[in-house]
Antibody
Framework: QVQLVQSGAEVKKPGASVKVSCKAS????????ISWVRQAPGQGLEWMGW????????NYAQKLQGRVTMTTDTSTSTAYMELRSLRSDDTAVYYC?????????????WGQGTLVTVSS | SYELTQPPSVSVSPGQTARITCSGD??????AYWYQQKSGQAPVLVIY???KRPSGIPERFSGSSSGTMATLTISGAQVEDEADYYC????????FGGGTKLTVL
């Protein structure tokens, strides 16, 4: 069965970086892209970007350009999302999701979410 | 930047039809997707490419799109459908609507 398992919760100080992993299993990793979505406490969903696991092409939200990098490691079927220069408003649950249907969006399968807390 | 606009809340009684709208200038050219999120859980895709239903999603969920508006319809809403619903689409990048809280009581 398809599974996306994310790394554990993180606490970071303002200005630091965080790297969240998303390990895929149950399907051919390079056949689908991975979308990243975050949700601040009590707020709505925010699309962060998408990466092709086939060739590494990316599409990032304009708001995060320059601070976010998405990568994949096909040898371990793992996707990564690194966010730099963290601010308090980056505190959120971060989700990875398989891109099943194109349009850079999340599809049927989601990770469990990773809480990133940015606090001094 | 591109925006999708949803009503903040919709309320229906059990068994009634709930309609949640999503407006965006690029919707005539781009697909809409709909996600359901219950409290404390990851989102679930309920409609993709305007009107298609993923496997396992009940038939009471349907989607349509006309012009600059996409609509999620829940026919015969049930108490367990109470959740936040988000539309998603793209321009050059992806964007979610602000979300609609559906109350069924």
């Amino acid at each position: 069965q398809v599974q996306l398992v994310q790394s554990g919760a993180e606490v970071k100080k303002p200005g630091a970086s965080v790297k969240v992993s998303c390990k895929a299993s149950g399907y051919t990793f390079t056949s689908y892209g991975i979308s990243w979505v975050r949700q601040a406490p009590g707020q709505g969903l925010e699309w962060m970007g998408w990466i092709s696991a086939y060739n590494g092409n990316t599409n990032y939200a304009q708001k995060l350009q320059g601070r976010v990098t998405m990568t994949t490691d096909t040898s371990t079927s793992t996707a990564y999302m690194e966010l730099r220069s963290l601010r308090s408003d980056d505190t959120a649950v971060y989700y990875c999701a398989r891109g099943d249907y194109g349009d850079y969006g999340p599809g049927d399968y989601w990770g469990q979410g990773t809480l990133v807390t940015v606090s001094s | 930047s591109y925006e999708l606009t949803q009503p903040p809340s919709v309320s229906v009684s059990p068994g009634q039809t709930a309609r949640i709208t999503c407006s965006g200038d690029a919707l005539p050219k781009k697909y809409a997707y709909w996600y359901q999120q219950k409290s404390g859980q990851a989102p679930v895709l309920v409609i993709y490419e305007d009107s298609k239903r993923p496997s396992g999603i009940p038939e009471r969920f349907s989607g349509s799109s006309s012009g600059t508006m996409a609509t999620l319809t829940i026919s015969g809403a049930q108490v367990e459908d109470e959740a936040d619903y988000y539309c998603y689409s793209t321009d050059s990048s992806g964007v979610f609507g602000g979300g609609t809280k559906l109350t069924v009581l």
